[in-house]
């Protein structure tokens, strides 16, 4: 909420203004850094790795921390150099959103190593200067030559920056709407402290040269920084989660586990293709070291008789064997490649199922015994706005009353498009009434600007990230409104860093079947066991999917599906997959075509600046 450019559009004028490289400092976090690196390795940009933490009022939890000239908390941009700076840097914002008593200087100088500050803060360079590497951030037009000649004295090198929150000039109105709709406050009542002034653009090397006449060797130590803090570390090594090592070898556990399965799956004389089948499974699995990553997926299973382990990894015999899926592969003739190969770079991901109001008691319990947040948290989404809520919001900061706003959003049955928004809605029947004199123009145009940018953090539905080692040492990690630890990325970076999520899901379906059975014994005294219940060979299940009564069942209690059952007459399970593709055979087509997330295609800056180092 004060950043108002796509990492696309920081990328292209850092190119156009002659640079190879930005440091993208988001504020207290690395939201966007994955995304960064790969847009960076995109445009042939060296990334560099850092972020402007500041303390919260009331830091050291007694209102003491330390405070910078203007009296206002402590303050700092912290660059890392190389992959030990980028973990340092992931442990002070860890401690910056978990410790309610956390000091940027002591978090600072406990976390030191790879790590360089900037700062105008001449208390944090007393306190550091000792322990890190420190520079007197000096900023055009915010008393940089004060602070130059003070930082002269006392023997601390000076660096230019231009704190940049804006590409061009006129990105200025927007990040005056940004503020405005953080604080929920109109334009006019938002304190010119809280601005960045409209100089604050991605300005080039001439133009900063122009202003450090005065600062020459500030200007050659930001070149010299940029040289030194370079995130040349690789993404995209699988990290993955451990199991306890007091309970053995985790493939023996595993090869274990599969077969006391195939006895309860299969009997004691399975057929050859069964066994054929687990020796290849297993032997890619231990080739790979997923071992781990299959036991913490079963521990999680067993915790309940009632879970669905979905998608590719219904194709796997080891998932079988191990009770986290429940269909056959051998009889159904499924290929272990779709899910796992050997030349598949990604890890597995198997998605889980569990009933919908079980799902967030059992998700606490995984945190819990994996060591929340320091080993596990729950995955993020960045919320961006959309056409409706943009346009509600950025009329409430230009003080229009909830009526008028009212009238006009009302009436977005949807989304309307990204050119001439004014002129879209007003030659519309629906806009026929409605007067969009000033400022509408301008709110319309502001709301188009906004769609896609970052609001706020919100809580992955199911996605659960576990690390053998420390999550902060990966990626920052703080506490949602939920309540839950939360990293700072969002599923598509949490992938592509490396880090393996798995997704415990919710799913109305198996409550309705626990109810049934729970009901069915109450009224009956008849106790089934979900765990050797085979509804697949029940005759009487089988009738009433022939019969089309399949009210209340998923996936196939539509009316189109119903019918069909009838009209084929069969019930068997090997019809219904038959059936249930010619009524719904566009699924995965209309599923490939839905655009990813807006923050994939323009992936914002949301509540970061950018600086020129």
Known sequence: MRGVDTLEALAQAARQRGMDRFALTDTNALYGFVFYRQICAETGLTPIAGAEVVEAAGANGNGNGARNANGGPARAVLLARGREGYRSLCRVLTARHLDPAFSLAASARAHAEGLVLLSEDR?????????????????????????????????????????????????????????????????????????????????????????????????????????????????????????????????????????????????????????????????????????????????????????????????????????????DPVRHNLFFERFLSPERKDPPDIDVDFAWDERDAIQLAVLEENGAPVRAAMVANHVGFRAKGAIHEIAKVYGL????????????????????????????????????????????????????????????????VLVPDSLADHVPVEIAPKGVPIVQWEKDQVEDYGLVKMDLLGNRSLAVIRDAIAAVERNTGLAIDERTWNPIEDPETQRLMRDGETIGVFYVESCSMRQLQRKARVGDFDHLVIHSSMIRPAEARTRRSTPRSRTRSTRRTGSCATRRT
């Not at 006009?408 to 409605?434: I, S």
Request: hydrophobic letters at 40%.
């Open 401 to 464: 009353p909830e009526a008028e706003i009212m009238n006009v959003t009302k009436r977005l049955a949807g989304y309307w498009g990204l050119e001439d928004p004014v002129e879209r809605l007003d030659g519309r029947p629906r806009f026929k009434d409605v007067d969009f004199e000033p400022p509408w123009p301008e709110i319309l145009a502001q709301a188009v600007a906004l769609e896609g940018h970052p609001r706020h953090l919100s809580v992955h539905s199911g996605g659960v």
């Open 123 to 327: 208390a944090l360079f007393a306190a550091l200067r000792d322990a890190l590497p420190v520079y007197a951030e000096l900023v055009p037009g915010r008393g940089d030559r004060a602070l130059r000649q003070w930082a002269r004295a006392e023997g601390i090198p000076c660096v230019a920056t231009n704190d940049v929150h804006f590409v061009h000039r006129e990105g200025h109105r927007l990040h005056h709407v940004l503020r405005a709709i953080d604080r929920n406050s109109t334009l006019d009542r938002v304190p010119s402290q809280d601005l960045a002034e409209p100089a604050r653009t991605f300005a080039s090397v001439a133009e900063m040269e122009a202003r450090f006449p005065h600062a020459p060797e500030a200007l050659e130590n930001a070149a010299r920084l940029g040289e030194e803090c370079v995130a040349d570390w690789p993404m995209g090594r699988t990290v993955f989660p451990s199991y306890p090592l007091d309970r053995g070898d985790a493939f023996e556990i595993l090869r274990a586990r599969c077969e006391a399965g195939i006895l309860h799956r299969y009997g004691r004389d399975p057929a050859p293709a069964v066994r054929a089948r687990l020796d290849r499974e297993l032997a890619i699995i231990r080739e790979k070291g997923y071992a781990d990553y299959f036991l913490i997926v079963e521990a999680i299973t067993s915790r309940t008789p009632r879970t669905c382990g979905r998608g590719s990894g219904a194709a796997s015999i080891v998932a079988y064997l191990l009770g986290i899926t429940h269909v």
